[in-house]
């Protein structure tokens, strides 16, 4: 096939002479050298092509350059791709070996590009030279042993109507634009947004005449969150988080901006609410202390007489933290999502009357959102998955999971006709790097270029690499690379959710926690054996570990006390005293930790065994989000910290030596991952953190008509 010609990659036209893709009635014009790499791609279909290849034949064999260019090129082409196709895999990464072109290319004449179809109708966008293409690429699928399909079956039913056809983008100012209430004639959309660094208000939006602009509804100094309307479309309620440690729940009517206090509700950790069909109740989550530790409480406001406040029924196993909540159609009944001891994160079915329980789901980490349809015994929600959102489908009455096919779907919301609402959440992560020299920190920058997602870092001096974990192999796992983003290397191959990884001192191991199987277990990478193997602790959940100075020993929290464990697996005891996530024990023995609140750092001494607070008052974003560096020839001992309040987000750290507080620097909201941890580099004074990529995130929709 002549490279310098038209040609069609599935229902993607590539115009070389023009360096462009187009997809139906869309094009994108991207650089000449990405066109020229796919192209050389497309001329070797289907073999696989190495990098070393491709940089010699695109780049003249210029590595210096050739190495991250492609990778850029790469990562542009596959955005290109996905922005036409979303759907559809064009450029396959094979470990070890390089890149494939995974569609069978097919030439076109003048005279098929002619006509761009414009209709929507699925045949109507694909010429009769598509439709050859397509007989043909079906035959490789079946024929070639390179091809192979992936069965979810075991745990999800998948849905034959392809749901990214019919998503509506129905906001697209710039940042991040969450939580979706509807009101039940689908007229009126109301919504959190704030503008990049200031504080998120309430937005109204008139879906009937979607030229207007949206209305602001809030002008707080607090953040606004999910807002629901009353049936009769006269008031929202919401939650509003103000400084002080405030959470109220709000009724606001919206012909007059008027608000009445309703509530209080959660502050340390998520909150949620609701409001039944019939508009007679709202339930909102809030929190209380349950043997000496912080529990959430779903409360049920009676919106029909007084408003008087009730508790749902707890019959047993109170100690939990519910993260989303929504009414069953007829109002009996509640769903929530629920963390366990164990690390998952399941949806519950509540009755509200009796406070009888029953677990739905298992298997799942993190749940972002959750809602009943409004006519059948269904549920929608969002989880997370390898770094990823996903949406799904419950069924009540036969306990299928149906998987929704689309990416990013986020705390959902049905309308009364079964329309659905959510926010799209693409934001891909990757490690960045701030150089800290003479007292000024460089502009963050990438440590890697790659156009897959990377979390987690940790450094290890001795060994001069990072360990991360990475999708690389479109699974994450866990792997290591050079300080400067070469030699990249995977270590496992679980297919399962890994986290934290953390080396030892000698560089010999890397921890990390594994979930696999339903089960939160600690693994040890060990570098002389060149495996990875199960850290037999007999709990039931491990939170982030860290290692014992000689590296011989690691110190993990159940999730309310740390222990020691040596390497056979062996319970040295409890180290400390008060409940703690997470400890870091110092070339001294001493242990640093932070408790629950994550509002102080304390200090057991190895000599003494007393237990005192180090730092009186810093604002961690969460008891995990510090790191510490250890005093050197340049600087005094430090903990850096993710420093969060509301809208304004940086990288800041704490003296020890003199007890005070200073910002390393200011960065856009959201621009870092609070949960993926810091590392730093003492030879090159680099800070490494994971960060994401792009802040838009819109609502969407999908009419009911094409929904399960």
């Not at 991207?30 to 990098?51: D, G, H, N």
């Not at 492609?70 to 542009?76: F, K, R």
């Not at 309430?202 to 949206?214: G, I, N, R, V």
Request: hydrophobic fraction near 35%.
């Amino acid at each position: 096939m002549n490279m310098n010609q038209p040609f069609l990659l599935g229902p993607c036209r590539v115009l070389p002479s023009e360096n462009k893709l187009g997809c139906a009635n869309v094009e994108v014009v991207l650089q000449p050298k990405f066109i020229e790499l796919l192209c050389f791609l497309v001329s070797r279909y289907p073999e696989a092509v190495t990098r070393e290849e491709l940089i010699e034949n695109v780049w003249n064999g210029n590595s210096y350059v050739g190495e991250k260019a492609l990778t850029n090129a790469i990562w542009h082409l596959r955005k290109a791709f996905k922005e036409l196709d979303p759907d559809t895999i064009y450029i396959e990464t094979l470990r070890k070996t390089g890149y494939r072109i995974t569609l069978t290319p097919c030439s076109l004449t003048q005279n098929e590009l002619v006509a761009i179809p414009t209709k929507k109708s699925i045949f109507s966008r694909f010429s009769s030279m598509q439709v050859i293409c397509a007989v043909i690429t079906v035959i490789v699928f079946v024929t070639s042993p390179f091809y192979f399909l992936h069965d979810n079956s075991s745990k999800t039913r998948n849905y034959k109507t392809r749901l990214t056809d019919h998503i509506e983008t129905l906001t697209t100012s710039p940042g991040r634009e969450l939580f979706p209430g509807v009101s039940n004639d689908n007229h009126l959309l109301v919504y959190s947004w704030g503008e990049p660094g200031e504080l998120a208000n309430l937005y109204l939006q008139d879906l009937f005449s979607p030229e207007q602009a949206a209305i602001a509804l809030t002008n707080s100094d607090g953040i606004e969150g999910r807002a629901v309307f009353s049936p009769d479309q006269q008031r929202i309620y919401y939650y509003r988080r103000s400084d002080g440690g405030k959470c109220d729940i709000i009724e606001q009517t919206l012909s007059g901006a008027a608000t009445k206090l309703l509530g209080s509700c959660a502050v340390n950790f998520t909150t949620d609410l609701d409001i039944s069909a019939q508009g007679d109740k709202l339930v909102y989550i809030s929190e209380r202390t349950v043997d000496g530790t912080l529990s959430s409480e779903l409360n049920i406001i009676n919106l029909s007489s007084d408003k008087a406040v009730s508790q749902v029924p707890c019959k047993q196993a109170c100690n939990i933290q519910d993260e989303s909540v929504a009414f069953s159609p007829d109002g009996t009944k509640l769903v929530v999502s629920r963390n366990l001891p164990d690390g998952h994160e399941e949806l519950f079915l509540i009755d509200i009357s009796s406070g009888d329980t029953q677990q739905l789901t298992s298997g799942f980490l993190d749940l972002r959102g959750v809602d009943w349809h409004p006519q059948k015994s269904q549920l929608v929600f969002s989880a997370v998955e390898h770094g990823q959102r996903q949406g799904y489908f419950y069924h009540l009455d036969t306990n299928i999971i149906q998987d929704s096919k689309v990416t990013g779907l986020s705390y959902p919301e049905y309308a009364d006709d079964g329309t659905l609402y959510f926010h799209q959440w693409h934001t891909d992560s990757t490690l960045m790097r701030v150089e800290l020299g003479d007292n000024v920190a460089s502009s963050p920058f990438p440590v890697l270029s790659t156009d897959f997602n990377m979390r987690y870092a940790d450094f290890n001096e001795l060994k001069n690499k990072f360990t991360f974990i990475s999708n690389e192999s479109n699974e994450s796992e866990l792997w290591i690379a050079d300080q400067d983003g070469t030699n990249r290397r995977q270590l496992t191959d679980f297919k399962s959710g890994i986290f934290n990884p953390i080396w030892s001192p000698d560089g010999r191991y890397i921890a990390f926690t594994l979930f696999i199987k339903g089960k939160n277990q600690l693994y040890i990478y060990d570098f002389e054996k060149q495996v990875s193997e199960q850290l037999k602790t007999g709990f039931k959940y491990h939170a982030k570990v860290s290692w014992g100075k000689d590296s011989q020993t690691v110190l993990v929290s159940d999730s309310k006390y740390v222990h020691r464990f040596n390497l056979n697996g062996k319970n040295l005891g409890k180290m400390i005293e008060q409940p703690a996530y997470y400890a870091y024990e110092t070339q001294q023995g001493d242990l640093i930790f932070a408790k629950p609140s994550a509002k102080q750092l304390w200090v057991k001494y190895a000599d003494s065994g007393r237990e005192e607070v180090l730092v009186p008052n810093i604002n961690l974003s969460n008891d995990l989000a510090w790191h510490y560096v250890k005093a050197d020839e340049t600087s005094l001992a430090r903990i850096y910290y993710f420093n969060v309040d509301r809208a304004d987000y940086r990288l800041s750290y704490y003296d020890l030596a003199n007890q005070s507080h200073h910002d390393v620097m200011r960065l856009p909201e959201r621009a870092f991952s609070r949960a993926s941890g810091l590392t730093y580099i003492a030879q090159s004074g680099w800070l490494v953190y994971s960060a994401y990529k792009s802040p838009q995130i819109d609502i969407k929709r999908i009419k009911a008509q094409y929904l399960p």
